[in-house]
């Protein structure tokens, strides 16, 4: 991998997207790359045109993002990280625009279900559009004072918008949770503390399978942070799952719970053990 590739960190979206805006917190010395797709994004890492991927997993408010389980095992790529990044959607306009002018909202259909309060306070008619910084991107071309953007700051800023009103979302704690991926594994040593451990299992096809494949969690007292299930090839009795864990399979507790798994289980793979982000280690102290 040349110099220039090892400094570029792939997400899926344009410029201004919110996973441009978590590519840029997390890994401020990096030049973030804009990808169409989760795979091309992917396949960028995977073709050594970027040294890290980040990809959304989940979000607070609208769950678990589509197709990310599914491309994750066969992506080729680890994980090596997590970063929280916090929504902070943004009333955008054209310059000169003002709030009483403004008749139209264009965002991503998610985020305009995340601003309900201040469409209905404006007065606003919902325009879906196909995400949250291409709506910046249009509302800088058509440069009609009536139509706004729902979309970030770092959008505002590319685009040269004005940001009307910041933080318009309807609830503060709306942040998604994003894997770094990477071409290979960055294991932390045994002893670091606050480990964590991604994998993807199948259990047999047999009763009580997944109760049984799970009790080994239960009686090693490791806390399961993320499980998720769904169809592999179309097929109705092949179920795959993606778990997150506490914990370092290096670690007694973690090993035995793994062991017990694979015994129930007729495929078990860890995509990653990295360390837990901050935000999780702070939330954990706060409870």
């Known amino acids: 991998m040349t110099p220039s590739k090892a400094g570029l960190i792939a997400f899926q979206g344009i410029p201004g997207a919110y996973s441009d805006l978590a590519c840029r917190a997390a890994f401020p010395t990096m030049t973030t790359l804009p990808c169409e797709t989760f795979e091309t994004a992917i396949e960028a890492v995977r073709e050594g045109q970027a040294a890290l ?3 959304p997993c989940e979000n607070s408010l609208a769950g678990r993002v589509p197709d990310i389980h599914h491309l994750l095992p066969g992506s080729g790529l680890f994980v090596v990280g997590e970063h929280f990044q916090r929504v902070e959607h943004c009333l955008l306009a054209p310059p000169g625009a003002t709030i009483d002018g403004l008749r139209r909202a264009h965002s991503h259909p998610v985020a305009l279900g995340q601003v309900r309060r201040v469409l209905r306070e404006l007065g606003l008619r919902p325009v879906v559009e196909s995400d949250t910084a291409g709506s910046a991107q249009l509302i800088a071309e058509w440069n009609n004072r009536e139509d706004a953007a729902i979309a970030s700051s770092l959008a505002a800023e590319i685009y040269g918008l004005d940001i009307l009103r910041a933080n318009v979302e309807d609830a503060a704690h709306n942040t998604t949770r994003f894997y770094v991926m990477a071409p290979r594994p960055a294991i932390p040593p045994t002893s670091a503390p606050g480990a964590m451990t991604t994998f993807v299992f199948r259990v047999r096809n047999v009763p009580a399978a997944l109760y049984k494949a799970l ?16 169809m592999v090839g179309g097929h109705f009795t092949a179920t795959q799952f993606l778990c997150d864990v506490d914990g370092h399979p ?8 793994l062991e017990e798994l694979q015994f129930f289980s007729t495929e078990v793979r860890v995509l990653g053990v990295y360390p837990s982000a901050r935000f999780r280690l702070e939330q954990a102290a706060g409870d």
């Open 250 to 257: 290096e670690q007694p507790p973690l090993r035995r719970a």
């Open 215 to 230: 009790g080994g969690f239960a009686t090693n007292g490791v806390n399961m942070t993320k499980l998720e299930s769904y």
């Open 53 to 55: 991927a980040m990809l």
